[in-house]
Structures are given as C-alpha cells and as structure tokens.
C-alpha cells in the first residue's frame, strides 16, 4: 500500500523563519492577551487593537522566509510516492510558499481578509483597519481570515478524512494545547496509524506519540524526510 503521511505543523516550525511562538518563554502569548486578540468577543470589544496585532503578524510574515523544515516538507511531497496532506496551524502562508501544494491552513491565513457582513474573502491589502471596505459589498466590516478561539476551525472534513486514511501522523513544533489539532494524535492511534512526534524538547504530550525525535525543525524534519525517502 502506498504511504499516506499526514502532517500537523505548529508555530515551532516557523520559529527560525524569526516568527514567534505562542507559548514559549516571552512568546506571543507572554505579550498580548489571547482573549483580547485572538477571540470573537476581543474583536467585538477593540477591533482597532485586533487589527493592529494582526497588521503586525503580517508584516512579519511577509519579510519572513521559509526554512529548511517548510522546504523539506515540499520536497517530501513532490518525491514520495504516495500522498502528503500537511495540516497547518500557522497562519503565515510558509508552507505554500515553500512549494507545498496539498496544504490545510486549518487556523486560516494572515494574508486573507473576510467581510463578517457578506462572507467575501479576499487577498488582504497589507494593513486592515475599522475603516476597510469590504470589496464585495463596500460594509466597513473587514476582519482578517483567521480562526480564533471559539470559531470553528477550517477544513476538518477533509482533514478527517485524511487522518482516517493516513499510514502516518507527524507533528512538527507544536505544544499539543489547542483543539481540535491537539486531538489528531489520538485519533490516529485509536485507528493504528504509526505516530511521529517531531519538536525542539520532548513537549507535554510526548507520551501519546510512537516515537519522538527532538531537534530544531530545519535540522530534524530535513533528517526525517531523508529516512523517509530512503
Ligand atoms: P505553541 O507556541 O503553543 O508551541 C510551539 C511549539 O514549538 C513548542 O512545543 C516548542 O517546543 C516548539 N518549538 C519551538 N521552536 C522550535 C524549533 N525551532 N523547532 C521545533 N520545534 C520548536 O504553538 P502552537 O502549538 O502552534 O491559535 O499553537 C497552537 C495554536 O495556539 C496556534 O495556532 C494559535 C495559538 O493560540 C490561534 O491563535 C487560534
């Protein structure tokens, strides 16, 4: 049977692209309140704060570059002779831009804007505020496209669909906190399909994996990809 590799990503893969993560020492969330940016209710209280972080997280993105980990992740999917789904819950479009093609940005992308009046969505122009219109329907009721706390997060038909099929899960650079994606691993075991765990130190759900390879992702995850490929 061909291999069927799924792979979550999380912020740790970024993190030598120079983008931060949310819960490492002086990380995002050390920064800013969650609930105040990243939630319904925030945006619904001080939109000109939301939009100022996430105008930031843009910028960021923009300048940064991907890294030998989004770049052998892409390799892995061109050359494997079976199929590679990559579920990410970054927002900042690194895997794309590294050439991966099959890619689930389950947390929404940075770089998309989406009318909360109409349900356009479109590229974002590189700074969103209160006054933005909405090019669809001309509403001053722009956000940007990304999924926050309490929202429903995008794609998880399918990405059910291809754990339930998956000969592998591997995680890459993330805490195992957040739901849904926290969730995959056990879903994956329950179902027999081998698990990788792959992160800069064991993390808190260590255990739930078949095997942990710790490492700085551009380093570990090119390594892996090599053994993979043989
Ligand atoms: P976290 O900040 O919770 O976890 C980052 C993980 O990356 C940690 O386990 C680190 O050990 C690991 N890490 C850091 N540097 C690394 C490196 N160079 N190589 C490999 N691993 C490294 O980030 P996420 O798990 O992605 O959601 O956070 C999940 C979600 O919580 C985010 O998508 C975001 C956040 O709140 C929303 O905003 C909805």
Redesign the pocket.
Known sequence: MPESIVILT????S??SGLG????TG?I?DQYS?EDV?TPEGFARNPALVHDFYNARREQAAEARPNPAHEALARLERQLPGRVTLVT??IDGLHERAGSRSVYPM?GRVDQALCTACAHGWQSPSRLSTQATCPACGQTTCRPD????GEVPYHLDAIERALLRATQLVV???????YP?AGFVEVASQVGTHTVE????A?EVSDAFDRVIEG???Q?VPAWVDEVLG
Request: without cysteine; hydrophobic residues 45%.
């Open positions: 999380g912020a740790g893969v993190a030598e993560t949310f819960r490492d990380g969330w969650l990243a819950q970054n947390h990304v999924v926050w706390f890459i650079g993330t805490s195992g906190t957040v994606a792959i992160n800069l130190t993390s700085p992702a551009s570990a």
